[in-house]
């Protein structure tokens, strides 16, 4: 069942227009200038996708003054709560794209972005839905065209099925996985990932429940 529409949601959605893209594949190339300054033009460019309500992407915005974030959300209910925490709180290194992860490609160009964020991406349990899978193969041959040489994707989930499915099918598909951790939230992850950490909605939510959550880095095959 689809959620019914928050009330005024195309008021708030406009009232906040300053900080959303509208026709993302016109930045193509040019990300870096979207945001204020020249000096935000040398920034390392993150992308978020999915983000949800936002808790992640403005907890990190906070955190990491140097860098740019494209904060990406295909539901426009759930991204309107996000962009509106970025302007009551007027940050300047979040921009947000309210649309689908099958075109990033023809939002990005090859190289432009230096880190991709999968938090607890939607895991589509059954096997006949694999291919929406943010972890599927023809979502990594988008990542691995965007990122930029270094760059890497950093997965965050609850959800064991999902985890195992996207180490296996990074591994196939020629990525190199670092930090893979079964349990975050333990005393066996260095201190450095947990204090760079920003926990997510969901992420908080689990938690809670005392379930652990999955982590790892992944790192696309080198373009020769
Ligand atoms: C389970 S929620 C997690 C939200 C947030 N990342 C968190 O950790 O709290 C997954 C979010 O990803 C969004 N999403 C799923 N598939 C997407 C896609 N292909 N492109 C953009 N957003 C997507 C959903 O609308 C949803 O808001």
Known sequence: MRPRNKKHLEERFEKCSSIVV??????????RSAFLSVE?????????????????????AQKNPEVSFVAMECVKNVIVTAMEK????????????????DF???????????????????PWPRNKHAKYRL?????????????APGGCIVQKTDNRG????????????????????YNLHSDETPAEILSANVITEYENRFME??????RLEAFPPVKL
């Open 22 to 31: 509208a026709d993302p594949a016109i930045m193509k190339g040019n990300w």
């Open 86 to 101: 970025v302007v009551a709180a007027d940050y300047k290194n979040i921009i947000f794209i309210n649309n689908n992860a």
């Open 40 to 60: 935000e033009e040398k920034k390392p460019l993150h992308l978020e996708i999915g983000c949800g309500k936002g808790a992640f992407v403005t907890g990190m």
């Open 135 to 147: 972890t599927y193969k023809t979502y990594l041959e988008k990542y691995a065209k965007i990122l």
């Open 104 to 122: 990033l490609c023809e939002y990005f160009a090859e190289g432009e972005v230096d880190r991709i964020y999968l938090n607890f991406s939607d």
């Open 162 to 181: 999902l985890f195992d499915f996207s180490v296996e099918s990074f591994t196939e598909n020629g990525w190199r996985l670092e930090n893979v951790s």
């Open 209 to 214: 429940l005392g379930q652990p959550i999955h």
